[in-house]
């Protein structure tokens, strides 16, 4: 579940950086839009899981991993749904978690299409 957090976080810089460098502004908003719902999905998690299970000292200084920043944003939602396809089969989570996955995949398959766009 962290590498997930850490995926989601690396996913929101790697848009942040094609946001900042573009020079057209309909994919200036489009980078916008591919960060929307990122922290409050990366929150959700880190409460559900993390806080409610009292492992808050999982969290350290390197979350952000550098390897995980992908430019490729295609890619790397692919591999965000794949990890969220993998947890929800994982038969370990509650209900809850389960279907907070659920939704998380459901916003990649549409950043999943965005993506593709850019």
Known sequence: MYK????????????????????KYS???LFDRLTSDIDTWV???AETYFMAMDKKTVFKPDLLVPKY???NLVKSCEI????LEE???DGELNEGLNSLLSAIEEGFLNKLALA???
């Open 4 to 23: 997930l957090i850490q995926h989601l976080i690396a996913f929101k810089y790697a848009c942040k950086i094609n946001h900042w460098s573009t020079d």
């Open 27 to 29: 994919d200036h908003l």
């Open 43 to 45: 929150d959700a998690i």
């Open 69 to 71: 920043i992908n430019n």
């Open 80 to 83: 965000i749904i794949s990890m």
């Open 87 to 89: 947890l929800q089969n």
């Open 116 to 118: 593709k766009l850019a």
